[in-house]
């Protein structure tokens, strides 16, 4: 069982640049996340998605667009990076009960230059 | 406002003892859950330990329990005898009921554990 699985794992990005973190879970999850970490910090919600179709915004969009074609799939789309985004992203999904924990990637680690 | 705050950046506990690490949360959602995740070095999140709003009883898992303070809004992660493989950074998560499954996180503790 792959759980949720994130590609790539690490990234060099140069400012301007674009990219498509990927992210593929197995477990038939409903509710998808993705989260940046920034060094030192907690991680904060980018997007989510709460079935196929359905996505919306967390608490630090702006630069970032996703997409939700299928449950398994939710791709992060990075458009013209800036080195603001320099982090670890990680993508999470939970079966979509309160009291379930929230399963993780392994995370990416993007760097802008 | 915080939703989560830890308030201790870093904290250093001698193998074989007991360490607290502390978290409290605000919400006016009476329906929500309190997660601890560890983020070791190599970067991946390992849920420890949940604990409902409605639980009456503390939760543990192994050597992880959860002080659960309801009326003081804290949410404290009880390490039992640490081990040399505690040594992390520690987040507490909170989910509320109407948060379509998002979770909130502190700041972070990073544990430090002496031989």
């Known amino acids: 069982n792959a759980g949720v699985t994130q590609t790539p794992k690490f990234r060099i990005l140069k400012i301007g640049q674009s990219m498509t973190l990927q992210c593929t879970q197995d477990m038939n999850h409903n509710y998808m996340y993705w989260y940046r970490q920034d060094p030192g910090m907690g991680l904060k919600l980018i997007y989510y998605s709460v079935g196929a179709g359905i996505t919306d915004k967390g608490e630090v969009p702006n630069g970032y667009n996703v997409s939700r074609s299928t449950t398994e799939d939710f791709p992060l789309r990075l458009e013209l990076a800036a080195p603001s985004q320099t982090s670890v992203y990680f993508c999470?999904?939970?079966?979509?009960?309160?009291?379930?924990?929230?399963?993780f990637g392994q995370g990416t680690r993007l760097t802008v230059v | 406002a915080q939703k989560i705050t830890q308030t201790q950046p870093g904290m250093f506990v001698q193998e074989k003892e007991a360490v607290t690490l502390d978290c409290t949360y605000d919400t006016s959602d009476p329906s929500y859950g309190l997660f601890w995740y560890k983020q070791p070095s190599s970067g991946e999140m390992i849920f420890l330990i949940y604990?409902?709003?409605?639980?009456?009883q503390n939760a543990t898992e192994g050597r992880y329990s959860l002080n659960f303070q309801k009326a003081r809004k804290s949410a404290n992660l009880v390490i039992s005898a640490s081990q040399l493989g505690d040594s992390a950074m520690y987040f507490c998560a909170m989910r509320e009921g109407n948060s379509y499954g998002k979770l909130t996180f502190g700041q972070g503790t990073i544990l430090t554990v002496h031989p």
């Open positions: 604990q409902g709003s409605y639980d009456q």
């Open positions: 999470a999904s939970i079966v979509g009960r309160l009291n379930t924990e929230a399963f």
